[in-house]
């Protein structure tokens, strides 16, 4: 009985022995099931993480259209940015007005590398809003005509008793709006641009500047005329500018081709407006034939030169004469070099028969063509030129020195106060305070001379004061 007792519970020691190490068996496979479950979580991770760097990138990339910093150019455009990119003369030069920007570029270059100011509207497309703002103070020590720009064709001849006058006007002021757009074709640039010197030159009246777009060299709109080089602009205060120098904006076509190693050619097909005299012949101009301008330009990295032409008919009505047309040519040679680190010499030499409107003191003075002695209509030899000096005495401060001249042979069938010749002299100070904040004075002088040889001078002092919503960057 006792040895029976005794081997039960051996049995049922064993037996329990057994279930506990089968538990403990369990739980180790339970915990090994554990362990693995999260191995695997943490390769996931790993995996997770190292992917990662692709996937911002691709995030990056996804959500470029929300920066402000426009993409990096098609790589097509790298050779064209290579060969056309304008020289460095033009982009070291500061200048107050926004000329330099507006003008028209192979390829649509940007003038400056910086993006600053450019809006992504989309992948493709970014847009740009600019301008300045700028108040001028000026005061005339003679009668000087045009009260906000020196203009010297307008200096009053005769019996004018001398005075003081002092005028501040905003007319300067410009908004523009730049918008690029890429295409398989190249760069889509459309350009809008106003000024507020529409009216008589006091009071600011709206003035559309510049309304034009440009695709694979391709130009249509209403922009500075192929005939213009606007790069050799000097720096003045002056709305105006030099007398000598060529400007005209207008509607046309343009195309225009680069030849490679810094040169290129274009040419125009331009609206026509021909500036005859009205009063004695009491004749009207009319319009049969669209202006062409051709131009050759060189860009290299210390400057620039360009020869341009213009080729007019030039037609008039007169009730008395009748209708008589002749033909109108002009040549332009101009350039700008950089001297020194920062400084430049700019000059420009117009010349032709017919030009008037193109020369920025003629337009208006009925300087194109005029009727002869014997009833026909003939075109009037015109010359104009001016040169400039622009020196920077420090980052901040510059100065430019102008000097401009411009003839006209007259006929003797002209009015006696028609404009025979005129001067222009320029000189200023300009302090850069900061990027965006420019101040400055400028002394001007200018003579004017009538057919009659009778003449007058004026000086005139100018304080001008700017802000620039978006400053170049280089």
């Known amino acids: 009985m006792r040895l029976s007792i005794f081997i039960l519970f051996m049995v049922f020691g064993f037996a329990r022995g057994s279930s506990a190490q089968e538990a403990e068996v369990a739980q180790l496979n339970a915990r090994v099931r554990s362990l693995e479950e999260r191995l695997a979580q943490v390769q996931a991770k790993l995996e997770a993480m190292e992917a990662r760097p692709n996937e911002v990138q691709g995030n990056a990339v996804r959500a470029a259209p929300s920066q402000t910093t426009p993409p990096v150019p098609p790589q097509r455009n790298a050779a064209s940015l290579t060969n056309a990119t304008p020289d460095q003369e033009i982009r070291n030069r500061d200048v107050l007005s926004n000329n330099l920007v507006a003008a028209p570029r192979i390829d649509n270059i940007p003038l400056y590398s910086s993006s600053q100011g450019f809006i992504l509207l989309d992948d493709q497309t970014r847009l740009q809003l600019g301008g300045y703002a700028k108040v001028d103070v000026i005061h005339d020590f003679q009668p000087a005509g045009f009260p906000t720009a020196f203009i010297p064709s307008t200096i009053p001849i005769g019996a004018i008793a001398p005075y003081n006058n002092t005028n501040l006007h905003i007319n300067e002021s410009r908004l523009s709006l730049d918008l690029r757009r890429d295409t398989n074709l190249g760069e889509l640039r459309f350009y809008y641009e106003n000024d507020f010197f529409g009216g008589d030159g006091v009071e600011p009246v709206y003035h559309l500047y510049h309304l034009y777009g440009q695709l694979h060299n391709f130009l249509l709109g209403y922009t500075y005329s192929t005939f213009l080089d606007v790069d050799t602009d000097p720096d003045t205060l002056d709305f105006q500018g030099p007398n000598g120098n060529t400007y005209a904006t207008q509607a046309q076509v343009r195309y225009t081709q680069p030849l490679g190693g810094g040169n290129s050619m274009a040419v125009s097909v331009e609206q026509p407006l021909t500036d005859i005299q009205t009063r004695s012949s ?107 000096y622009q020196h920077s005495w420090s980052p901040r401060w510059r100065s430019t020195a102008t000097y401009g001249y411009v003839h006209v042979q007259n006929l003797s069938t002209q009015l006696p106060e028609a404009f025979h010749s005129s001067q222009y002299a320029a000189a200023n100070l300009i302090w850069k305070i900061r990027d965006a904040i420019s101040v400055g004075g400028e002394f001007l002088y200018g003579t004017h001379v009538q057919n009659n040889r009778a003449d007058a001078e004026a000086t005139r002092l100018q304080f001008s004061i700017q802000y620039d919503l978006f400053p170049p960057r280089r």
Do not use: C
Request: proline residues 3%; negative net charge.
């Open 282 to 388: 009491n004749a009207s101009a009319t319009y049969s034939v669209p202006d062409f301008a051709l131009k050759y330009r060189f860009d290299a990295e210390q400057g620039h030169l360009q020869v341009s032409s213009i080729f007019r008919d030039l037609r008039g009505y007169s009730p008395i004469l009748g209708e008589s047309h002749v033909f109108g040519w002009g040549l332009t040679f101009a350039g700008a070099h950089s001297v020194a680190s920062r400084d430049s010499v700019l000059f420009q030499m117009n010349y032709g028969q017919g030009i008037g409107r193109y020369l920025i003191d003629l337009d208006g003075q009925a300087a194109d063509a005029a009727f002869n002695a014997q009833g026909n209509l003939q075109a009037l030899p015109a010359f104009g030129g001016y040169i400039a």
